[in-house]
Structures are given as C-alpha cells and as structure tokens.
C-alpha cells in the first residue's frame, strides 16, 4: 500500500484498502480558522437547534485547534463580529488551542502553524476547513482540506468518510540551480499535469532530491498539490522532519513509509537541475511557462505573503535580491507568521525589506484571497508568491496576476518588470 | 429524486473565486452570498435563474477553495443539480454532505447535447435525463449509492456514524 493507503486503512481498523473504496475513518486533527470556524459553528449551533439539544459535546475538541488568519486583523465590522464569534463558540465548546491574532507567542496563517508548532504527526488523518490543507502532508499525514459540514461532522463524531485515493507518484532528483526553488518545480508539475490532474488523487513526492529541501521547501511542493485538485500531497517522513517534530512536541513520531511494491496509478520524473525559474501567468495557476518566455513584462505590484509564499525561508530569498537594492513598484511583504516576523527581525531581513522601501504587513492570509490589505485593481499587473490567480482571486477580475517564486518577485520588485533572478545573484 | 429546471451552461474550471469572490466569505447567511452567485462570471446569473435550475459545466466545476459558501450560494440562488465532466473534490463533498447540490458527472456527449436554456427533468437514481425542449433521452450518471443516500436525507449531519459505515460498505 502507499502511505495515504496505509493511513486509512489504519484508520478505518481494516488491514488493507484499495483505491474506489469508501471508508469511515477517524480523524486525528482538526484546524478551522475565522472563515471556515464561523461556517462550521453556524452548522452545528443550527443542528442544535433543530434536534432540540442542550448541551453538545464536540468529541474532538481537545484535538481541535482554531486559527485567525483570513479577515485579521478585522477588514470591516462584520469580519470583527465573526472573530468575536469564533472566540465564544470556541469557548463554549472547549476548545483549547486557539492562535489569537496579536496575543500570543505565535499567531499566523493556520497552514504555517500546523508546521511551526508541530500540530500535525506522521501517519495522522488530519483534516482542515481550508483547501491548503494539505501542506501539512509534509509530514507524512494524509492531510485534506473540507467544507464546513464536514468538519462539524467531524468535531462531533470523530470520523469522516472518504473515498480511498489513488496515489500519483513524483519522483525528483538532482538540485536546484541557485536563482530556482521549489515554487519552480511545483509550478512546471502543474503546468505538466494540469489543474485537473490530480482529481480525487493523492500526490506523493518521493526521491533522493527531497533530502536537499528544507521543510518550508518541501510544503511548498504539497501545499500547491491544492491547485492540481489533489486530495492531498505527501511525503514520507525522514529524519529531518521525525527529529524536527521531536523537538517542538518532546516526542519521537514513528516513522510510516509506503511499500516497495505499493501500486501508483502514475509517475512523473523530474531533475531539479532542469527546472526554471517559471510563473503562472494570468489566470490559471496552471497557465504556466518559463519567466524566460514573460521576461519584461511590465509590473505594478509585488506581493509577499501566504501560506506558501511568506515562509521564513521565502523571506530570506526575498532579502538576498533586494539587499542592498530599491523596489521600483509596490512590493507588500506579510510574513505567514508572529514567529517568522520575529525571527525575521532577528536575522535583520525586515531591515532590507524596510531599506529597499517595501511595506511591511501583519501575518494574514490578506490579499492572497482578495479578502483586504493589498487588494489589487482593476488593469493592475502584479507579481505574487501566493498560490492562485483565477480571476477576481486577489481583488479585480480586470488584474492580472502572475504567480512565481519568492526569488522571482524579488528581482520582479526591483526591476519593476518580471525578471529571472538569477541575473540579480 | 426528480428534478426539472432550465440549463445554465458554463466551460471549463468554474473555480470557487468565480461563483462566490472571496470578499463575500465574511458573510454567512446563505441568502446574502446568493445575491452574488457566479459574479466573477456571469454577473446575469442571479437575475436569470430560478429554483429547481441545474448547471452543466466542463471540467473541474468548484476548484480552488473549500469554502461552503459556494455550495449555499448557488442552492439559494436555485440551483438543484450541477451535471459536470468532473468536479474538484472539495466543492463536490460539499454539495453532498450539505445534502444541497446534486452533483453528477458526464461525459463529452452529454455536455455537448445540453445547450443555456434547455428544460431538462431528471431523475437522478434512474441516471436519466430528459432534454424536454429538444425531445432528447440521455443517460447519465447514477451517482453512487453513498452520494445518493446522504443528499436523499438531507446531508450527511443526519445519519450517525454507525449508520454511515453501514451505507459505506454497502
């Protein structure tokens, strides 16, 4: 079996499954934030009152962890509401672990913290209100994005059913050129299999090119599996990750790999020292092609930020482009994170960003959704390390949006038109 | 299940940003998000359709987000069925667990056959489709037993968990 196989049939208390089947399986993990949490409480608050019920008790809520990522800090009235409302239902129903934006040792973008604060273990079935779910497959869990129902089906029982996934495997060797990461390759992967290509299907990245990629890089392939409908991404877990989580939890996860004969519906090859510096031109993020084939073409904003784009690791590819330089166009740069924004500080890089004249914005999944803080205009052109550009996605249905690596927008900032960044290093 | 209504029909990777953008993802009530149903695409949407409509579309209907708002949007503006040559998978759980949106995949033939504006009837466990301006018969679907039984009883918070294993392993 593979990984995601073996996941839930250890879940499902069976001793094997195969792909096409359904099954009910329990859940280790819950994370809602204050889009999803608010739909979820909605659901079961509005079930509560239909069956009548005083008192419900959500089974999972010690497992549970909520997070204020999406309309914080507050856009308007009505998204100030819903973060009071998040507290109380969280509150009311026990819910413990709860990351509150601008009080706390760390708060962010729910899919960092699930990696920053180890929330998520090797072998877990772990599932989000939020399609980027599956970021947290860089652990080794079968990680999947639901909608609200779901999750309150979840909070209240314990289980959820899926239908078992057939994997795809990527297998990459080699290393990146210096001006390439792996925004890159995840980008030419969905230009290659489109943004249909992994409907119902788990992405698994496997090879001896894993080993040289830090974590962030490594979420950074499994968070965009997203964008290729993928039910999840996912990666055995090494002793880089298994040693990573030992320390922020103070235990040693066990490890959990696929068979060597487990079935793969498909396989994709890649070397890493053939990837590009490539972008997602407008409006599909598997529109894609080499910057090369867009080289300068004219841009009005940048945008640092997200989930997959903010990571302390994207920060400090920005600082190496714009050290010592100026941005000619507007460049926003959210850190994912309160702890990447300290350890930013630390390392000096918001000194660059603030020296080359960038702004510098809270931790907020912010204008990656169109949602507020840096919404883009109508025949606006923008550069962005987010990971969608569908129409409309980060404001104006008019914008054009291009996404690419941390690297890229970098040297796209300082140029103001798209740029290779390897003519900046 | 029977469902008769007129056809809106749309192309490929219909994503979550389109049918409801995400600056409405604050708002909660379901008749509010219908207001702005399909407004990234076809801002005549709302003013056009009525209840008991279903959507026919190419591939990968409902990409991108989770958010359930998309599903409450489209079912309050009308929408009863959306018949689509595959569907992401998050937009297609939701349309089931909500028990709202009969989701149901076709092939190249069907979406070819249906035209904006078609009166369809159809009836859903019998994967039957009749094209009743056109005088047409086509087959489609079923959707599998699972699919059917969650949306036949409202959606998934009505069937408990023991009783969800059962329908699962049948």
């Known amino acids: 079996m593979t990984l995601a196989e073996k996941i839930l049939a250890s879940k499902s208390g069976r001793r094997s499954v195969s792909p096409g089947e359904i099954v009910v399986a329990s859940v280790d993990r819950i994370m809602i934030h204050d889009v999803s949490g608010v739909g979820v409480f909605k659901v079961i608050e509005s079930y509560r009152a239909r069956k009548g019920i005083d008192s419900l008790k959500l089974v999972m809520a010690s497992k549970t962890w909520v997070a204020e990522d999406h309309f914080v800090p507050p856009s308007d009235r009505k998204s100030a509401s819903n973060i009071r409302f998040l507290e109380s239902m969280a509150s009311k129903y026990g819910i413990e672990r709860y990351?509150?934006?601008g009080a706390g040792e760390n708060y962010g973008i729910s899919h960092t913290l699930a990696l920053e604060e180890g929330l998520v273990r090797p072998g877990d079935l772990y599932i989000g209100g939020d399609s980027h779910t599956n970021t947290a497959g860089v652990f080794g869990a079968l990680a999947v994005g639901m909608g609200h129902t779901d999750v309150a089906y979840a909070l209240m029982h314990g289980v959820t059913w899926l239908r078992v996934p057939e994997t795809i495997k990527i297998h990459l060797e080699g290393s990146f050129k210096p001006s390439v990461m792996a925004k890159d390759l995840i980008l030419r992967i969905l230009g290659d299999i489109g943004s249909g290509g992994a409907d119902y299907r788990v992405m698994e990245f496997r090879g001896p090119a894993l080993k040289g990629m830090n974590i962030d890089e490594r979420a950074t392939l499994t968070n965009m599996t997203t964008e290729a409908s993928a039910k999840s991404g996912i990666m055995e877990p090494d002793d880089l990750v298994l040693s990573y989580l030992e320390e922020k939890t103070g235990s040693r996860p066990r490890p959990i790999a696929s068979d060597p004969d487990a079935w793969y519906v498909d396989e994709h090859q890649y070397r890493l020292e053939e990837i590009e510096p490539m972008v997602a031109k407008p409006s599909s993020p598997d529109n894609v092609s080499p910057v090369s084939e867009v080289e300068g073409v004219e841009v009005d904003r940048v945008y640092v930020g997200s989930c997959i784009g903010a990571k302390l690791t994207?920060?400090?590819?920005?600082?190496?482009?714009?050290?010592?330089?100026?941005?000619?166009?507007r460049t926003e740069i959210l850190p994912a994170s309160h702890r990447i924004y300290r350890q930013a500080l630390k390392e000096g890089l918001i000194d660059i960003f603030t020296e080359s004249g960038a702004l510098i914005g809270p931790p907020t999944c912010g204008a990656c959704f169109g949602g507020h803080m840096g919404v883009v205009a109508d025949g606006e052109t923008v550069v962005s390390t987010t990971n969608r550009n569908y129409p409309g996605r980060m404001g104006s249905k008019e914008a054009r949006v291009y996404l690419a690596s941390p690297l890229t927008a970098a040297a796209s900032a300082v140029t103001g038109r798209i740029t290779d960044p390897g003519e900046l290093m | 299940m029977r469902i008769r209504g007129y056809v809106h029909k749309y192309g490929d990777k219909i994503d979550t940003d389109v049918i409801i953008p995400g600056v409405y993802l604050k708002e909660h009530d379901p008749k509010q998000l219908a207001k702005h149903a399909m407004e990234g695409i076809d801002p005549d949407f709302v003013k056009r359709v009525r209840e008991g409509d279903v959507i026919v579309a190419g591939r990968s209907f409902g990409v991108g987000s989770s958010r359930e708002h998309a599903v409450y949007a489209l079912r309050y503006a009308g929408i009863r069925?959306?018949?689509?040559?595959?569907?992401?998978?998050?937009?297609?759980?939701?349309?089931?667990n909500t028990g709202l949106i009969i989701p149901i995949e076709i092939g190249d033939d069907v979406y070819r056959s249906l035209e904006t504006g078609d009166l369809v009837e159809l009836y859903v466990e019998e994967g039957r489709l009749r094209v009743e301006s056109k005088g047409l018969e086509l087959k489609i679907g079923p959707p599998s037993r699972i699919v059917i039984e969650i949306i036949r009883r409202g959606g998934l918070l009505n069937i408990d968990p023991e009783e969800l294993k059962r329908i699962a392993s049948q």
């Open chain 1, 99 to 101: 990351y509150r934006y």
């Open chain 1, 314 to 329: 994207d920060l400090r590819a920005v600082a190496r482009i714009l050290k010592g330089r100026r941005v000619k166009v």
């Open chain 2, 81 to 96: 069925a959306i018949l689509a040559k595959s569907f992401s998978r998050i937009f297609y759980r939701n349309c089931i």
